[in-house]
């Protein structure tokens, strides 16, 4: 069975530009969260989803960031305009359902911003 | 302030040693996941506790959810260089959409 996937692996931009995400889930998975982990701490959830419906984005930094979900399956995470302190690495993961606590995460995507 | 409180933060222990890392909260969890990662890689899951009081035990891993659901322990015996890594605690609470909370954190460090 195919793993979450996620790309790009690492991006370094200026700061004031824009960057993209993306993340593939688990075939069948209906549930996908977006989180974001600064170096030395634990995963911080941005935004979850159930199909294409937001579950929960209370954390998601909506003046600057923004994820779409649109056919339920992939999903994108945008930052535009980037600060220096979004950099971090931007972990997708997947499960069954909201009933299912049990995340599968991708590789993430170590973003630099300079 | 964190929901979910890990300690220790770090830890460096030589190879053979035993160590317990503690998973604290004032709030109660319908489950409660304790999670590994490596550098550059996401995290994978070790373990799902959904019972107050429940112990489960890989190899030389042991887990314990609390009578309370409120708090959670990973005990490593002899450890070994490969156990080094990030250890994870992560709460979900059902009435909350069962979003999956993280502690910040124990960063083990194993010496052969």
């Known amino acids: 069975e195919a793993g979450v996937a996620q790309s790009p692996r690492y991006k370094i931009i200026e700061k004031r530009q824009s960057v993209a995400f993306w993340c593939n889930p688990i075939?069948?998975?209906?549930?996908l969260y977006w989180y974001q982990q600064i170096l030395g701490q634990g995963p911080k959830l941005l935004i979850q989803?159930?199909?294409?419906?937001?579950?929960?984005d209370s954390q998601l930094p909506k003046d600057r960031f923004s994820a779409e979900r649109l056919k339920g399956v992939d999903s994108t995470l945008k930052i535009q305009p980037a600060k220096l302190e979004d950099s971090a690495v931007y972990l997708c993961a997947s499960s069954w359902d909201r009933s299912d606590t049990e995340a599968f995460f991708g590789q993430g995507t170590r973003l630099t911003v300079v | 302030t964190q929901l979910l409180e890990q300690s220790p933060q770090f830890l460096s222990i030589q190879e053979g040693e035993n160590l317990t890392v503690y998973c604290n909260s004032s709030s109660v969890f319908s489950s409660l996941q304790w999670y590994r990662q490596e550098p550059g890689e996401g995290p994978v899951l070790l373990v799902t506790?959904?019972?107050?009081?429940e112990v489960k035990k890989l190899k030389r891993l042991t887990f314990q959810f609390g009578d309370a659901r409120k708090d959670s322990s990973l005990h490593i015996t002899a450890a070994q260089p490969g156990d080094t890594g990030l250890y994870l605690c992560?709460?979900?609470?059902?009435?909350?959409?069962?979003?999956?909370?993280f502690g910040g954190g124990t960063r083990l460090m194993v010496k052969p």
């Open positions: 992560a709460g979900a609470i059902r009435n909350a959409g069962n979003m999956l909370t």
């Open positions: 075939s069948g998975h209906a549930t």
């Open positions: 989803f159930q199909n294409n419906g937001v579950v929960d």
């Open positions: 506790v959904v019972t107050g009081g």
